[in-house]
């Protein structure tokens, strides 16, 4: 509890600086971090990192050769709410949550299945099915695409699975062979026709994709370590 406030005054402390107004969900927001950062520590140990006394005192060492002194890091700790023995806990939590996020990371492949996508998009489910029905009388696809999109014939590149935000899009996709394409497909901002162009299953990941995996992969695994664990919550 006591760590728990110390982070939450610093956290306060840090948007006053900078002048951010606090959401109404603070307190969730700085625990979930707490938590999350404790079980990434956890999972270090487990797998068999663990940050020793000189270890600490290395990173330590690293961060009074940043600021320019050993005073200046202390006065860093001071204006930030730390005693010694709480900078050193923290720390010492901090390097070994980003251990296990690394190596959790890293364990997304940078090869993955991949579909090349087109689309035509609609703002009404009428022009949708009028244009569906063109294709299903034998127009082609991609024709119609640089009809509709002329700029970027509806090219939405490739992507694998996990990579787009909306599941309903990459659920159509993926159950697409290459040169079929979907029925209309309704989302948030309009009504989709999808074509597949191609379709590889090892394919290398640009910078992006992988990324947004490995965010994926992050996440999921506190998702099931907090499925996992005991935690015990007593606030005020």
């Given at each position: 509890m ?16 900078t ?16 938590i ?59 390097v ?20 090349h996508?087109?689309?035509i ?41 996990g ?6 899009i990459?659920?159509a ?5 290459p ?25 290398a ?32």
């Amino acid at each position: 509890m006591d760590e728990f406030q110390a982070e939450l005054d610093r956290f306060e402390a840090a948007t006053q600086i900078t002048g951010t107004i606090l959401a109404s969900d603070t307190h969730r927001t700085v625990l979930d971090e707490l938590i999350d950062q404790t079980l990434l520590a956890q999972g270090a140990a487990e797998s068999g990192f663990l940050v020793d006394e000189s270890m600490l005192q290395s990173n330590i060492d690293s961060l009074e050769t940043q600021l320019g002194s050993a005073q200046a890091l202390q006065d860093w700790q001071t204006a930030h709410g730390y005693s010694s023995e709480d900078f050193r806990k923290s720390l010492k939590r901090a390097v070994e949550a980003a251990w296990m996020r690394d190596k959790i990371t890293a364990g997304v492949p940078e090869t993955a299945e991949q579909v090349h996508v087109f689309q035509i998009l609609f703002a009404t489910a009428v022009a949708a099915n009028e244009v569906y029905g063109l294709l299903l009388s034998g127009d082609d696809f991609l024709e119609l695409a640089t009809r509709f999109e002329p700029e970027t014939r509806g090219d939405l590149g490739r992507f694998p699975r996990g990579y787009l935000q909306d599941a309903t899009i990459e659920q159509a996709v993926f159950a697409l062979q290459p040169g079929q394409y979907s029925q209309v497909v309704e989302t948030e901002i309009g009504f989709h026709i999808l074509y597949v162009a191609e379709r590889d299953p090892n394919h290398a990941l640009q910078p992006d994709a992988r990324s947004a995996l490995q965010r994926q992969a992050l996440q999921e695994w506190i998702r099931e370590r907090r499925v996992q664990s005991e935690i015990q919550i007593f606030l005020p």
